[in-house]
């Protein structure tokens, strides 16, 4: 899921104005900025060349977080949590990155995001309150308390779950390897999950155009 969840505002809950698209390419546009970056400066068998491309890329992705911050200020009038947890964190170990001349600190970022919004969503739905459903406002139009709650639930497992697989794959895989899989396959996954959310969100009355929701009245 900005990762990253990150980036995951978009993930989780497409906006329904005609100008989504600016806010999925304020999320990923940095992320896919990093990647392009590092893949062009890199010069195969050059002596460090990962690493100096993992710099470089890593230069331009905190040029790209701000500059997404900024214009999501100018644009749309406000900066999601996601994109301030994400802009705060890249700069921070960008900066890590950059001066200890490893790149293993802007792969632990993702660890750290998927983590604190594991243990927000979880901790919510155990004090029985559906903090997803705060964050994301009014994104699932008719969704009542027991749909948000279990939505919370399963992206609470979900970003833990990511966590896990994040430290996995920074342990068996070399960072080009581990950045492919983080800008592909990981935003693939996230998608698919949110999608797999979308027969249970329809039960506990998700609004879909065209689509008559099935209301469970049933308790949790």
Do not use: C
Request: net charge neutral.
């Amino acid at each position: 899921m900005s990762e990253e969840l990150p980036n995951a505002t978009e993930v989780i809950a497409p906006k329904k104005s005609e100008g989504s698209l600016l806010p999925l390419l304020l999320d990923f546009g940095p992320l896919l900025i990093f990647f392009a970056v590092f893949k062009l400066t890199q010069s195969d068998g050059a002596a460090l060349a990962s690493t100096r491309a993992a710099i470089n890329g890593t230069l331009a992705f905190m040029a790209a977080i701000l500059v997404a911050v900024a214009v999501s200020k100018w644009k749309l009038g406000r900066v999601s949590p996601m994109l301030w947890l994400s802009a705060v964190l890249v700069v921070g170990f960008g900066a890590l990155t950059v001066y200890f001349n490893d790149e293993s600190f802007i792969q632990i970022k993702p660890t750290i995001i998927y983590t604190a919004f594991a243990v927000l969503l979880l901790g919510g739905w155990m004090t029985g309150r559906p903090l997803l459903r705060y964050l994301l406002q009014a994104a699932y139009d008719g969704l009542n308390e027991t749909g948000w709650m279990k939505l919370s639930r399963n992206w609470g497992l979900f970003f833990a779950g990511m966590a896990l697989i994040n430290e996995a794959l920074r342990y068996s895989l070399d960072f080009e390897t581990w950045l492919t899989v983080k800008v592909w396959g990981v935003t693939a996954l996230s998608f698919l999950f949110a999608m797999s959310q979308i027969p249970m969100l329809m039960k506990h009355g998700l609004a879909i155009e065209g689509v008559e929701p099935k209301t469970e009245d049933q308790p949790r």
